[in-house]
Nanobody, 131 residues
């Protein structure tokens, strides 16, 4: 059975940091791309970051320079390091895997996340940033 399990969310003050982790198990995929999106109740999904097979990454403008996506293939784990957090970063964060086709680039992968074009999604982890 396929699983993506996120952890690392919590409550922090503005300016603080969190590192989200997403451990994957039990699934096979055709596309080696993974990423994160966030969602606030009543609002659209917002793609945050993507990483593809060659290690290239892409970020939404609002998190560039503050967030870093990375992965440890040996541990089947995806990370999102979030620094200089702002209240507007408050959301539930989800990791996703198997985005688009095997040759997708990082920018396309980010667009694929926005469009819901992924095959696996975790259960989400809440991030709350207070001012």
């Amino acid at each position: 059975q396929e699983h993506l399990v996120e952890s690392g969310g919590g409550s922090v003050q503005a300016g603080g940091s969190l590192r989200l982790s997403c451990v994957g198990s039990g699934y096979t995929y055709s596309s080696d791309s993974m990423g994160w999106f966030r969602q606030v109740p009543g609002k659209e999904r917002e793609a945050v970051a993507a990483i593809v097979s060659d290690g290239s990454t892409s970020y939404t403008d609002s998190v560039k320079g503050r967030f870093t996506i990375s992965r440890d293939r040996a541990r089947n784990t995806l990370y999102l390091q979030m620094n200089s957090l702002k209240p507007e970063d408050t959301a539930t964060y989800y990791c996703v895997a198997d985005i688009g086709d095997p040759y997708i680039n990082a920018i396309q992968a980010l667009g694929g996340i926005s469009a819901g074009e992924y095959n696996y999604r975790g259960q989400g982890t809440q991030v709350t940033v207070s001012s």
